[in-house]
């Protein structure tokens, strides 16, 4: 799991934010299930936070 939370979230810093989470996770051959515990994983980390300013509900920390 490690390294596919390494791999969404260099997709998600790529992504800024136009396509939503689940797609972005989909796109890299993700189901929805395991995409959402790989934000949950990323958010324990705190690597990520939410956010509402974009079609995807999350961006990576600064």
Known sequence: MEEDKKKYLEA?????GKLDERALGESLGFSKEYTDE????LMSDEKIEYSTDQNC???VKA
Request: charged residues 35%.
């Open 38 to 41: 790989l934000i949950e994983g």
């Open 57 to 59: 509900g999350y961006k």
């Open 12 to 16: 998600l810093r790529q992504n800024k």
